[in-house]
Structure formats: C-alpha cells, structure tokens
C-alpha cells in the first residue's frame, strides 16, 4: 500500500461525506461505483476510513476512562445479593415509614390535648395517714386505699362521708381526683366543680388544676383554660402556654 | 440502573449514540458496568480484568451500532447486547493459553463450551492492526490538533461551530483540520517504519 500517497483536501472531504452518509444520493451512486471499478481508489478510502474510525474510536477510548470514574461505587460486589438485600432494605424501610406515618398520625391527631393531659397530670399524692385515733378514721381508711391505688375503694367510702356532708371540700376534692386518677373524668368534674365552690379551701389550688386538667381530657379547652386561669400553679402557667 | 425502556427511546438511544452524544454514551456505559463486573469478579477475573473487558465490549457495541450491524429488537436489547458482548470477550479470555496457564481449569466450568469459534481471515487481521496502529499514534498526538480532530470526528462539531470557537474563519479550521489529518498519516506512517 502506497501510505505516502497523497490525499487532496478534496478527497478527504468526499470520504467524511461518505463516511457520514451524508452524502447526496447520486454523488455516493459515482462514488460507490468508482470504488468497485478502481483497486487503488478502493483502497485509498478504506485506508483514509481507517482514520476517521481510529480517531473516533481512540476519542471515545478516552471518554471511557472518564466515565469509569464517575460510576457509582458499590460496596458490595455481589451485585445480585446486593440486589436483593436492597430490596429487603427497601420492603424494611417501606414498613418503617407507614409506621411512622400511622405513628405520627395517630399521636398527632390523637389530641394533643390527651397528651399533655399525659404528661402532666399526677394523681394528688393525698392526706398523710398517721396512726391516730381521730374521728375521721373512715376518711383515712379510704385514703389508704387512694394511696395504695385502690381508686374506686376509696371512692366507695367516701361517698357514703360525702352523703352526710355534701358541701365537705376536703371530701368533694379528693373523691373528685380519685375519679380522675380512676380515669373517669366525667365523674369527676362536678365534686371538683363542688370544691371550688367553697372559695377558702385550702385546696383551691389544686382543685383548679385537676379541673383544669379534666377539661382538658374532654377536649374542653375554654373551660380547661378558664381553670388553669384559677390556678397558681406553675404548671397551669405552663400548660396555658402549652394552650395558645 | 438500567431500566426497561420502551423500542423507541432505544432508538434515540441508538440515534444518541451514532452521533457519539457524550451523556447518553456516558449513562449507557456507567449504568451497565456493575453486572459485568460482577460476571468478571465471579469467574476469576480482577476489577482491571472488568474495566478491560468492558470498554472493550463498549467500543464493539458502539461500531456495531454505528455500521448498523446491530439494531434492538426489545426494550432493553442495547443493555442486553452489551453484556452478551462483555460476556463473550471474557470466555475468550478465560479460554486463552495464557490465562489457562495461571488459572484452574476447574473454576471455569462455569462457563459452556465454545459455540461459535470466531475466525478471523488476513484482510480483517490487517485492518485491526492498521487501526490500532492509527489509534496509538493518534494517543499520543500533539494537543492543538488532536484536539481538533476530536472535537471534529468525535463530537461531530461542525466547521463553523469550531472556528467560532477558536475565534478563526472558517475556511481557516478547514485548512487546520485537513493539515492535522496529514499530519497524522505522516506520524503514522513514520511510526512503522
């Protein structure tokens, strides 16, 4: 093969054309045509397609290294164990986001209110029951049993106390947080109601805050905002904020 | 990872390719590598032995597709065709003598016997060799012209676009183009001597 032979900035031009199929549709008829007839010519153009290939090829030689080094890395070259294990992942990951999503529902929607009635309510602690021989030892009986948790016990005994003395604070305000402690609100609300009422009860205070905190676990917020009001309580403060 | 995707975005993938667009061949080799490499790694081959084989099978591909001696028939058959053809390199591989010598034979059951043995006659062997010869010379080509030719043959730019570039005319970069491609017959030429 003559390599030195020269090629015309013409020819190279017709290759390119041909090469690209860009080429008119009679002037590759000549030229396909030429080539079948002329040995020499044949094989001038294969020699001058030989470089339009070998530099495009060499380009994109090159271009691979390039995009070799932008390819994901991967840990795990057990590609189809990979495989699965992300799938595994993803059913994992899929299950953990409904259980949030449902989590978060249900505590978000499930009143907040619930909640900070949660976090905040305490049963009172009650009366301190010393051993004495006081003529209230039925009331202190019962705030064993309030003590001890035994809420509907003491309530029981307390109720028969309130049945002879019905506007008795002290009586009113404790069977009021038994019931409350015993998570019944409703029943709990008129005795505290009742304490209130006596506007000198050592127990005011209190009785405010456990009214405060009834209303709140009825989702009655004015009202439950209207007690804590009452109250001077730090943690009525605090809730009424908690409120706004 | 390499989706499904329907006939006709295959043949804009085709189409992308013949016209050698960078982020479509660049999405098609960095998407299909892991599986390769994953066949290589399983069947006694190193990561380099994967990259080579690779960027082989990619370049096969690529002129195959370009003399459109391959045309997908199904949605993914470009990626398909591309592993078969990586796949294939790497038998041959496994298969030569050098690398029986240093492997056991027992580790390639894995793979069946040879189906087709591809012959190659003397004409193709020439025109192999001359290419490659082309393609070295060319590596190692001067900057401003390799740069050039690249941009021209490789991306495809045309004259015009390329003299803006450089801020010539455009019969200028014709000139240019032409020079470099003498050029580079010259080196090649002188390379074999």
Not at chain 1, 34 to 43: G, V
Not at chain 1, 138 to 145: I, L, P, Q
Not at chain 1, 182 to 211: C, G, Q
Not at chain 2, 113 to 130: L, S, V, W
Request: some cysteine.
């Amino acid at each position: 093969m003559k390599h030195n032979s020269n090629i015309s900035q013409e020819l190279l031009e017709t290759v390119e054309r041909y090469h690209n199929h860009t080429m008119p549709q009679d002037e590759r008829k000549t030229f396909e045509q030429r080539l079948e007839n002329d040995a020499e010519f044949n094989t001038l153009v294969n020699d001058i397609q030989s470089f339009l290939y070998g530099i495009e090829q060499q380009a994109l030689k090159e271009k691979l290294e390039e995009f070799h080094e932008e390819i994901p890395i991967r840990m795990d070259t057990e590609q189809k164990a990979s495989k699965v294990r992300q799938f595994q992942f993803m059913k994992i990951a899929a299950a953990a986001v409904i259980v949030i999503a449902v989590g978060c529902f249900w505590f978000l929607n499930g009143s907040s209110n619930e909640r900070l009635y949660d976090n905040y309510f305490k049963p009172d602690p009650g009366l301190p029951t010393t051993m004495s021989s006081t003529d209230n030892y039925v009331f202190f009986d019962a705030m064993v049993n309030y003590k001890q948790g035994d809420y509907k016990k003491a309530i029981s005994k307390w109720e028969v106390l309130q049945n002879k003395a019905p506007q008795n604070d002290t009586i009113n305000y404790f069977i009021g947080v038994a019931y409350l402690a015993d998570k019944n609100v409703d029943k709990a609300i008129p005795y505290l109601n009742k304490t209130i009422s006596t506007s000198n009860s050592v127990f005011i205070d209190d009785a405010y805050y456990y009214l405060g905190l009834a209303y709140l676990k009825n989702d009655h917020i004015e009202q439950a905002k209207a007690a804590f009001k009452k109250s001077k309580y730090e943690n009525s403060r605090e809730i009424l904020k908690a409120l706004k | 990872m390499s989706q499904a995707q329907p006939i006709d975005s295959q043949s804009t993938l085709v189409n992308a390719i013949k016209s050698n667009d960078s982020i479509a061949l660049k999405s098609l080799y960095t998407s299909n590598y892991h599986k390769i490499e994953h066949l290589v790694l399983k069947n006694s081959g190193t990561k380099e032995h994967a990259k080579d084989i690779y960027q082989e099978a990619f370049i096969s591909v690529w002129n195959n597709i370009k003399n459109d001696s391959f045309v997908p028939q199904t949605e993914t058959a470009l990626q398909g065709y591309l592993y078969q053809i990586a796949k294939n390199k790497w038998m041959d591989v496994l298969r030569s003598k050098r690398f029986k010598q240093t492997i056991a034979v027992s580790k390639l059951n894995h793979f069946e016997p040879a189906d087709t043995a591809h012959e190659k006659n003397n004409d193709d062997i020439f025109k192999e060799n001359r290419l490659e010869g082309i393609m070295n010379v060319f590596k190692t080509m001067g900057s401003p012209c390799k740069e050039l030719l690249t941009t021209f043959y490789f991306e495809k730019k045309s004259l015009r676009d390329i003299a803006e570039e450089l801020q010539i005319e455009e019969n200028t970069a014709r000139n240019k183009k032409y020079r470099c491609m003498e050029k580079l017959r010259e080196l090649v030429i002188t390379s074999q001597k």
